[in-house]
């Protein structure tokens, strides 16, 4: 089983919060789905970092590969979901295309392009059978005629449906909007009329142009029309619940067509009708994308109000299977490490009932996935009394908490800022997995993104500290900022080390997952023996790889499946039991060399 996965909860600029997170693997992933590093600015908080996208970072940074996001929200009033809009409207005033940000959040103010563009002619063959080439039923097409026997000026054209005569095995083409306009392919003439599918390109940015492009190319007009058997007009590409739930992710704009426009050449006139010159331009084969542009800007969408405890603790409807945060970690089981980075930010300056309640949460979610443990950040600006206060409220084996906050080079800001320590931490987790191995404590590791932290600390306030299960950041000279504490927050001494906790939930995963071929064979000797062979295999390549303590394989563990562990009711009820025992070893928190004097004549 991994070991290094991780997820993060927390709120972002922009992206899902009610569907199930997909893996992201690098900061550019991130970007795509839940917006850039900018600031947010809570409507009643004010501007706060973005410590979700700095924690993205830093666990990269450090080494961490594989990570899922639960973003949070909370919107300002029951009325505004955050969420900004815009419209293009029809001639006489109603909303032909309405065009909304997907998912709530200041970066979702996006400036929306549509850009017409037209083909190459297609229209072929000899003068008496004209032969046309790549085409679709329901694609919109602009056909001219230099001689102009249509609506059009000369040397200009007007567009059509074309729809498939399967009973004739030909083309017509209708002007809807004229139903007796209809052209049928015979009727036209390949040395003077021409044929060009129009499509849309379909763009969003930031108004101002400084964050990424997303651009979506080849969008057909109708609803109706198909490529290669999917519908890919405006329409459904820009659905409000994509049957793709990629495309649910990773598309930040939705687009819905006014009851008045009824087919593609509707989308169209509306474009036509909200710009004076666009008609012109598609005439024109020398106009260039811009000139044949229609910009919408969206507006409203906010960030809303700092997510709370109940934002973080997340509902799960089981009709729909929609899960918010937490408990949308919940069922993917690949996760072995969560925090909430950035959620005890001002824990001594109003924000400790929340903050306590998501620590609280967090403890409980890891306790309750069993094979999870909770990377604890502590408040901002705390002295050591206060961190201290902190820890005291806690008692659990399945988290550990972090002191104090480190301190980078914002790349927002340009200045010195300190960040929670759990984005880092997560990444030193998996680094030293990677590195060494899970039953290595993930202590005495560089924090390679550090200048500095919010306190340094000496040796005799670490001595006050790491009794009490508060891992410290130290700062030693030649040798680097590093963390120097491996302890859970658990008043058991039997489960005070990160490692231990973490190596046990990674050996009873791996053992559940590896004997689930067990399951429903028949309960008898032969069983007991495939099983305690299987496991008996498993625990010898770890103390092969010394992960356990003992010399010969009979001192670092022994596994029991017979009659002795259960008993005629386990047999009768169906259940299997297995006693499994394991040495492992402890860190050398404290190494101790005595030096004494040794005389000449002195006998060893």
Not at 192 to 212: C, E, Q, W, Y
Not at 338 to 348: K, L, N
Not at 393 to 405: E, N, Q, V
Request: charged residues 25%.
């Amino acid at each position: 089983m991994s070991t290094t996965t991780t997820g993060f909860i927390g709120p972002a600029r922009y992206g899902p919060i009610d569907l199930e997170p997909d893996i992201i693997t690098s900061v550019g992933e991130f970007e795509l789905v839940y917006g850039d590093r900018q600031q947010l600015d809570f409507n009643d908080a004010g501007l706060m970092h973005n410590y979700l996208w700095h924690a993205v970072r830093a666990f990269f940074e450090e080494g961490g590969k594989r990570l899922y996001i639960a973003r949070v929200f909370r919107p300002q009033s029951d009325s505004d979901d955050g969420c900004a809009s815009g419209s293009i409207p029809s001639t006489g005033g109603a909303t032909a295309i309405q065009i909304k940000s997907r998912f709530p959040g200041d970066a979702g103010n996006l400036r929306v392009r549509f850009t017409v563009r037209l083909g190459q002619n297609i229209l072929g063959g000899e003068e008496d059978d004209p032969v046309l080439g790549a085409i679709s039923d329901r694609d919109v097409v602009w056909i001219a005629d230099q001689e102009s026997p249509f609506e059009s000026p000369p040397g200009g054209g007007t567009f059509y449906i074309a729809e498939r005569d399967d009973e004739n095995e030909t083309w017509k083409f209708n002007k809807t909007t004229s139903p007796t306009s209809t052209l049928e392919l015979s009727s036209l003439n390949p040395k003077g009329n021409k044929i060009r599918v129009a499509t849309l390109t379909v763009s969003a940015s930031s108004p101002d142009g400084s964050g990424s492009v997303h651009v979506w190319e080849n969008i057909a007009f109708d609803a109706e029309h198909k490529h290669s058997g999917s519908q890919d007009a405006l329409s459904v590409r820009f659905a409000e619940k994509p049957e793709n739930l990629a495309l649910r992710r990773t598309v930040p704009i939705v687009v819905t067509l006014g009851d008045d426009v009824e087919d593609g050449l509707g989308v169209l006139q509306a474009l036509l009708d909200s710009s004076s010159t666009l008609g012109d331009e598609l005439n024109d084969e020398k106009s260039t994308d811009a000139e044949r542009s229609v910009e919408v800007v969206l507006s409203g969408g906010n960030d809303g109000d700092r997510p709370g405890a109940a934002e973080y603790e997340g509902e799960a409807e089981e009709d729909t299977s929609t899960r918010t945060g937490l408990k949308a970690f919940e069922s993917i089981e690949d996760i072995s490490i969560v925090a909430a980075p950035g959620s005890t930010f001002g824990y001594e300056n109003g924000y400790v009932s929340d903050a306590t309640s998501i620590v609280n949460l967090l403890i409980t979610h890891a306790k309750n996935m069993h094979y999870r443990i909770a990377v604890l950040d502590s408040g901002n600006d705390q002295s050591i009394a206060q961190v201290r206060a902190m820890r005291a409220k806690m008692d659990s084996s399945y988290a550990a908490l972090y002191y104090p906050w480190i301190r980078i080079l914002d790349p927002v800001t340009r200045a010195e800022v300190n960040l929670p320590p759990s984005g880092s931490v997560a990444g030193i987790y998996a680094r030293n997995d990677i590195n060494r191995a899970v039953y290595k404590a993930p202590a005495n590791e560089v924090v390679n993104i550090a200048i500095g932290f919010e306190q340094v600390l000496n040796k005799s306030q670490q001595e006050v500290l790491n009794p009490e299960g508060i891992n410290c950041f130290r700062f030693f000279e030649g040798r680097g900022y590093r963390l120097w504490g491996a302890r859970t927050i658990s008043s058991d001494p039997e489960w005070k080390y990160v490692n231990l906790r973490r190596y046990f939930a990674y050996l009873e995963r791996s053992i559940d997952k590896g004997t689930q071929w067990a399951v429903f064979e028949p309960n008898g000797d032969a069983l007991w023996a495939n099983v305690r062979r299987t496991i008996e295999d498993f625990l010898l390549n770890e103390w092969q790889s010394g992960a356990l303590l003992g010399e010969k394989p009979e001192k670092a563990y022994f596994v029991r499946c017979d009659r002795s562990t259960m008993t005629q009711n386990d047999l009768d009820n169906g259940r299997l039991i297995c006693l499994i025992g394991v040495a492992p070893l402890r860190p050398a928190e404290f190494v101790i060399f005595r030096i004494g004097q040794w005389t000449a004549d002195r006998k060893s």
